[in-house]
């Protein structure tokens, strides 16, 4: 049973600082790990990828990987309110062969940048 | 937008109904993916098609029968749900690399269906 974990919040940052944000996984054979941010009543959308061990930044978030202790985390720098959302850590674990496997998601983090 | 497109956005529907939900991708991927979220549950993959074959069924009621006509349309058949199948239906495309190397499998999600079964 491949099962990810999140901290479900609220964590609230206030504005300006770094958010951080954590996953664990359960399936050693996981590849690639995503993060999604979803804000209330809309779908999610990609905000970050990594698939190998150690950091990978884009502007203010940076995702790191760490395989032999099966975690993932984001962090946020210079959180801003827009940050608000629940963040979602998916993983995507191959066993068909090809690339087309579904993601498994955590319940998601709700974030909240205190202004 | 991130080019995939999910219509009707709302549907109301009786436990005695038929109804589908389509999805369409401009993204030229060849991997779709219907989801189902419910409050205070994790994302959860119901079917995935790979160039038009199912690859997969995560152990779905057989109420839900999904279609893929195409690599760039996918829907889900409803018919006499129950109430507890009421949740936003999210519908995901990605591009199969075909097997070479890690899969990256980065999916982009529609804007979903928002079902409430009475």
């Known amino acids: 049973q491949k099962e990810v974990e999140q901290n479900s919040g609220p964590l609230s940052v206030p504005e300006g600082a770094i958010a951080s944000l954590n996953c664990t996984y359960s399936?050693?054979?996981?590849?690639?790990f995503f993060w999604y941010r979803q804000y209330s009543g809309k779908s999610p959308e990609l905000i970050m990828s990594?698939?190998?061990?150690g950091d990978k930044e884009d502007g203010r978030f940076t995702a790191q990987l760490n395989k032999a202790s099966q975690y993932v985390s984001l962090l946020i720098r210079d959180s801003q309110p827009s940050d608000s959302a629940t963040y979602l850590c998916?993983?995507?674990?191959?066993?068909?062969?090809?690339?087309?496997?579904?993601?498994?998601f955590g319940k998601g983090t709700h974030l909240i940048i205190q202004p | 937008e991130t080019g995939v497109t999910q219509t009707p956005r709302h549907l109301v529907m009786g436990m005695t109904n038929k109804k589908s939900l389509k999805c369409e991708q401009h993204?030229?991927?060849?991997?779709m993916y219907w989801y189902k979220q419910s409050a205070k549950k994790p994302l959860e993959l119901m079917f995935v098609?790979?160039?038009?074959?199912?690859?997969e069924n995560n152990s779905v009621p057989s109420r839900f029968s999904p279609e893929c006509p195409n690599s760039s349309h996918l829907f889900l058949h409803l018919h006499t749900l129950q109430p507890e199948d009421s949740a936003l239906y999210l519908c995901?495309?990605?591009?199969?690399?075909?097997?070479?190397?890690?899969?990256?499998?980065?999916?982009?999600f529609g804007a979903g269906t928002r079902l409430s079964v009475l």
């Open positions: 399936d050693r054979g996981s590849q690639s």
């Open positions: 998916a993983v995507n674990t191959p066993y068909s062969g090809g690339g087309a496997d579904g993601l498994t």
């Open positions: 995901a495309s990605s591009q199969d690399p075909g097997g070479a190397g890690i899969a990256k499998n980065i999916q982009y």
């Open positions: 098609y790979n160039f038009k074959e199912q690859t």
């Open positions: 990594i698939y190998s061990n």
């Open positions: 993204l030229g991927h060849n991997a």
